[in-house]
């Protein structure tokens, strides 16, 4: 295997796993804050998409042509209706299932993606088809050998990583990061601290929805198609990517983003007998690790065992 | 103990009846359901369903039917598979129909093998359409074989999804919660995606099954009586029909045992079932393998009955519907499974003018009993140690 191959998976490997771990910072943002998996979360990413595409038709209707224009147009409306739609997801479904055991809420939340996904094939205007999303980033490539670096791949992933740290920095040096992590750390406490648990709830769904829907964008730009199915393989990706992480942690999210997405192309590259055996590799290494590591590589801080 | 009052002494004197009565009605009206294929006819049928249970609840007829039931609960059950033969007969020469009452059988019998997991022990499991393939599959490859009788097929396809399930047991029994869940959905992804890449299995495009075969009688050739010809679905509803029976009667001794106490003592409170030594690891594998063993055999009998499959019939939607059925249902319920089994079934494949829209009010449905009906249509009543002294005898 040459250079330029390795370097092309590479590539690939560190685009996906961008993606992957913008997914699973949402499933673990929510898991920390209320202690449930919001199941809907791959949906609610392809809804943003979609709102993004439809932002970006609109714009293109009123004759709006610069793709820069048009780029940020898209992800305002995408990632500001996404974190509207993350926070009403939150204040009709999920806050009032707080008391229920986790299975209902998990329930629930799977069976609202599920009439996000059928909505969006049935009223969506020609909803079915796969959407061709326009390529709004240059296209200029730099050729190294057999390896040619394309200039879209490389903001996209430095966007996405971008937006991890920015993230980061919210959580850990801002007073909404402070309450985030103080309602994560002990609800009661917070509460009789005079911090307004439903506001930091409804705060941390619309933060984790709209970190998703920017995972979409990039999806659509990257791949130039988008459909109504995209987002239940990204969700399940990133909930799997949050867990073998370790739920409840940002870091933990972004391990198990780039873990999974390496998973795959080494599944793809290395594998001796076929390289489409790939996503059976990576979920057969997910519950292996799961074996190895029950509440993930990077552990919760209190658990309680026999 | 403070007994419930018994509104009159004819109910007294037989306190089965009102269930029985319940039991033709049902009989009856599920006969209408299946044969209404006008949508005003079958609109006009659910508007009354929901009209009698309103009413039932109203009058409180539901909590007296609930006491006669616990009270004779054997004698109604024994009717109840007497009323469901019946039923089969009744519409012995309309395929689709008796395709419909076999498909919500299986798919009864299967949910009783998540009830086991679900309801009883407490455990996720996100992969049962996978488990419930893995019978289908093994019906479709030893259909090649024809050494092997069709019958032991069903067992075989059982065993496969028993086999399929060691590998989990491990990060099964060492997680809890989410990441147990995470397990089953990485397995379920997994063995979709592996049906759809390998080419022995035949790929997306799935394989055929052979039909099912019982002492030389080949169950795809319909029963002849003098000179009436029956569909031949009638073979695989009452097969589908026996198995139910059969998995339904275990799985009621499994609940009443001290296996069936030990794992309502695991899903309650693990630490404290330890704490009394429950054997904890060995009450969920013990529960892991033999639900999955059951969704096994009905996936075998399923794949012979519609005699061709493909891996898109076991998908992780698929799984959340057999999920879904056991939730609406009521968790560790057999009686709401199987109510909720036939809404699931039919109410799509009757309803056809919602036809493109069945799965989005669907979930809107699940979504609305989650929300206000947390326990499900029929919730698992308390457990009844001493039926006879309840009744205040």
């Known amino acids: ?306 | 103990m403070t007994d419930l009052p018994i509104s009159s002494t004819a109910a007294a004197a037989r306190p089965w009846a009102a269930g029985a009565a319940v039991i033709v009605t049902a009989g009856v009206y599920a006969w209408a359901l299946l044969m209404a294929e006008e949508t005003w006819q079958v609109t006009g049928l659910l508007v009354l369903a929901v009209a009698a249970v309103l009413a039932a609840l109203k009058t409180g007829f539901a909590r007296r039917l609930h006491q006669d039931w616990a009270a004779s609960e054997p004698r109604l059950n024994r009717l109840a598979f007497a009323a469901l033969i019946v039923l089969i007969f009744a519409l012995s020469d309309a395929h689709f129909a008796l395709l419909m009452v076999a498909t919500t059988l299986l798919y009864f019998t299967a949910a009783m093998g998540l009830n086991i997991q679900f309801g009883f022990a407490g455990m996720a499991n996100f992969a049962g359409a996978a488990f419930f393939g893995a019978g289908a599959y093994t019906a479709a490859v030893l259909g090649t074989v024809t050494a092997v009788p069709p019958l032991l097929t069903l067992a075989i396809g059982g065993a496969v999804a028993l086999v399929l399930s060691l590998p989990l047991l491990l990060p099964i029994l060492r997680t809890t919660g989410h990441y147990a869940a995470v397990v089953t959905i990485a397995f379920g992804v997994l063995f979709r995606t592996f049906l759809e890449v390998n080419e022995i299995l035949g790929g997306p495009q799935g394989l055929m099954v052979a039909p099912m075969r019982l002492f030389g009688w080949d169950f795809n050739s319909a029963p002849v009586i003098g000179s009436y010809e029956m569909s031949f679905y009638v073979n695989y509803a009452l097969l589908a029909a026996a198995l139910a029976g059969l998995v339904f009667v275990l799985v009621r001794r499994l609940e009443r045992s001290w296996i069936g106490l030990h794992m309502d003592a695991v899903r309650l409170d693990e630490t404290a079932a330890a704490c009394f030594g429950v054997p904890v690891a060995r009450i969920k594998l013990t529960a892991f393998l033999l639900g999955n063993a059951i969704l096994g055999v009905s996936g075998a009998l399923y794949g012979m009955m519609i005699s061709f499959i493909a891996p898109a019939s076991f998908t992780f939607s698929d799984s959340l519907l057999l999920v879904s059925i056991v939730l609406l249902g009521g968790l560790g319920s057999l009686w709401g499974s199987a109510v909720a089994a036939a809404i699931v079934v039919l109410l799509p494949e009757k309803l056809q003018l919602l036809q493109e829209y069945r799965f989005l009010l669907f979930s809107i449905l699940v979504m609305l009993v989650l929300l206000f009906r947390p326990d499900g249509i029929l919730p698992r009543p308390l457990r009844t140690f001493f039926a006879s002294r309840r009744a205040g005898k």
């Open chain 1, 1 to 306: 295997m040459d250079f330029g191959l390795i370097a092309q998976y590479l590539a690939n490997g560190i685009l996906l796993g961008t993606m992957y771990a913008l997914v699973a910072v949402g499933f673990t943002l929510f898991f920390g804050v209320l202690d449930v998996i919001k199941f809907s979360h791959g949906d609610v990413l392809m809804l943003g998409t979609f709102i993004g595409f439809t932002a970006w038709m609109g714009l293109a209707a009123i004759g709006v042509t610069n793709p820069w224009v048009q780029l940020l147009g898209v992800l305002i409306c995408s990632l500001g209706g996404t974190a509207l739609i993350g926070a009403a997801i939150a204040k009709w479904l999920v806050l009032p299932l707080k008391k229920a055991p986790q299975l209902n809420t998990l329930l629930i939340t799977l069976m609202l993606g599920t009439a996000i996904r059928e909505a969006v094939r049935l009223f969506y205007p020609n909803g079915s088809n796969p959407k061709a999303f326009p390529a709004l980033l240059p296209d200029a490539a730099v050729e190294l050998g057999s390896f040619s670096l394309r200039a879209d791949s490389v903001i996209l992933v430095l966007a996405g990583l971008g937006l991890i740290g920015v993230l980061s920095l919210v959580i850990n040096r801002t007073r909404l990061g402070l309450a985030i992590r103080a309602v994560a750390q002990d609800e009661e406490t917070a509460r009789i601290m005079g911090i307004n648990y439903t506001l930091v709830v409804l705060a941390t769904f619309a933060i984790g929805s709209g970190v998703a829907a920017f995972a979409g964008i990039m999806n659509g730009l990257y791949y130039n198609e988008i459909n109504f199915g995209m987002g239940l393989i990204l969700g399940l990706i990133g909930f799997s990517a949050a867990i073998i992480g370790g739920l409840g942690n940002l870091y933990g999210a972004i391990l198990g983003g780039f873990l999974f997405a390496g998973l795959q192309v080494i599944g793809a590259a290395l594998l001796p007998f076929a390289s489409a055996y790939k996503d059976v590799f990576a979920f057969a290494v997910v519950i292996a690790l799961m074996a190895w590591k029950p509440t993930g590589l990077i552990p919760e801080r209190s658990s309680d065992r026999v």
